[in-house]
C-alpha cells in the first residue's frame, strides 16, 4: 500500500456557493429518508396485522437502509460544508467496508422478499411452514453474513493496490474510484470485483425473475379479475424497489473500471446514496394499502390515547 494518509473528496466543489443549497437539499432527503423509515418500522412494530415474514423482511430492509445512509449522507453533508472536504485511510476503508456490505445485504434481502412473495402466492396453503420464523432468521442472517463477506473480500482488494501521488476520489469511498488510484496494474482484482457484482446483482436478480415468472403464471390462473387484481397488488411495491435497487446498482457495478467517468456518474452515485434510499420507504407506504391502514390505525390510537389524557386531566374543558 501506498503512503496516502488520506484522501481529498471533491464531490460538488466545482458549484461553488451552490453547495450550500445543496446541502439543504440532501439535509431535507435525508431527515425525511430516516422518518420515513423510522415510521415503516414503527408500523410494522406496534401493529400485529404487520407481524407476518413479509413486513418483517421490509422491517429489516428497512433498519439496513437507515444503517446504509449513515455511512455515506452525514460526511457527504459535512463536505459540502468544508473547504476541503478529506477522509482519512481509516475512514475509507471503514466506509467502503460498511457501504459494500449494507449495499449486498440489501440486494440479497430485496431476492428473499422476492422468494417470500413467490411461496404467498404459488404455495399459500404451506406458507406459513415453508417461511417459518426461524426459516426468517435464518434468510437474513444469511444475507447480512454473505453480504458483509463479501465487503471483507473487496475491501482487501480494493486497498492492497499501490496508490499514485493522486488520492482526489468523488463523494465517498466507492469501489471504481478508489481502485483508479492504484499505479500498477489492478485488471486482475477488477476482474475479481466484476465476478463478485455478477453474483450480487445478477444472481438475486435471475432468481427474482424466475420467481416472478411463476407468480403470474398463477395470478393468470385465478377465475376472478378482483382475485388477480388483489395479488398483482401485493407484488406491485416489491418490484418498483427491484427496479430501482438494481437498476442503479447494474449502471455503476456491472461494466469496467475503465469507463468510470467522475462527472457523468456524479448524478447516478447520488441517486442511490441519497434518492434511491428514499424511495423504498416511500413505495411501501404509498403503494402498499395494508400499510397506509396500519399507518391510519396507529395515528387514530395515538391521538385517541392523547384526547382521554387530556380530558382526564380536565384541560380539555378548560
Known amino acids: 500500500m501506498g503512503m496516502i494518509t488520506e484522501f481529498i473528496l471533491i464531490g460538488f466543489s466545482n458549484l461553488g456557493d451552490l453547495q450550500i443549497l445543496l446541502f439543504f437539499i440532501f439535509l431535507l432527503v435525508y431527515l425525511t429518508t430516516l422518518m420515513a423509515n423510522a415510521t415503516i418500522m414503527t408500523i410494522i412494530r406496534l401493529d400485529r396485522a404487520l407481524h407476518t ?10 433498519c439496513s437502509e437507515t444503517c446504509y445512509t449513515l455511512v455515506i449522507v452525514p460526511k457527504m453533508l459535512t463536505n459540502l460544508l468544508s473547504t476541503v472536504p478529506t477522509i482519512s485511510l481509516s475512514g475509507c476503508v471503514a466506509q467502503l ?79 471504481s ?79 469496467p473500471t475503465s469507463l468510470y467517468s467522475s462527472d457523468k456518474d456524479r448524478l447516478v452515485a447520488v441517486t442511490y446514496t441519497v434518492i434511491t434510499p428514499l424511495l423504498n420507504p416511500l413505495v411501501y407506504t404509498l403503494r402498499n394499502k395494508e400499510v397506509k391502514t396500519a399507518l391510519k390505525k396507529v395515528l387514530s390510537r395515538y391521538l385517541l390515547s392523547k384526547t382521554v389524557r387530556v380530558d382526564k386531566s380536565g384541560k380539555l374543558y378548560s
Open 53 to 62: 415474514p413479509m413486513y418483517f423482511f421490509l422491517f429489516v430492509l428497512s
Open 97 to 175: 467496508y460498511f457501504f459494500v456490505g449494507l449495499a449486498c445485504t440489501n440486494c440479497f434481502l430485496i431476492a428473499v422478499m422476492g422468494y417470500d412473495r413467490y411461496v404467498a402466492i404459488c404455495n399459500p396453503l404451506n406458507y406459513t411452514l415453508i417461511v417459518s420464523r426461524a426459516t426468517c432468521t435464518q434468510l437474513v442472517s444469511a444475507s447480512s453474513l454473505c453480504g458483509f463477506l463479501i465487503s471483507v473480500v473487496v475491501n482487501v482488494l480494493v486497498f492492497s493496490v499501490h496508490f499514485c501521488a493522486s488520492n482526489r476520489i468523488n463523494h465517498f469511498c466507492d469501489i
Open 177 to 255: 474510484p478508489v481502485i483508479k488510484l492504484g499505479c500498477t496494474d489492478t485488471s486482475l482484482k477488477e476482474m475479481v470485483i466484476f465476478f463478485l457484482s455478477i453474483l450480487v446483482l445478477l444472481v438475486p436478480l435471475g432468481l427474482i425473475f424466475i420467481s416472478y415468472v411463476f407468480i403470474v403464471s398463477t395470478i393468470l390462473k385465478i377465475s376472478s379479475v378482483e382475485g388477480q387484481r388483489k395479488a398483482f397488488a401485493t407484488c406491485a411495491s416489491h418490484l418498483t424497489v427491484v427496479i430501482v435497487h438494481y437498476g442503479c446498482a447494474s449502471f455503476i457495478y456491472l461494466r
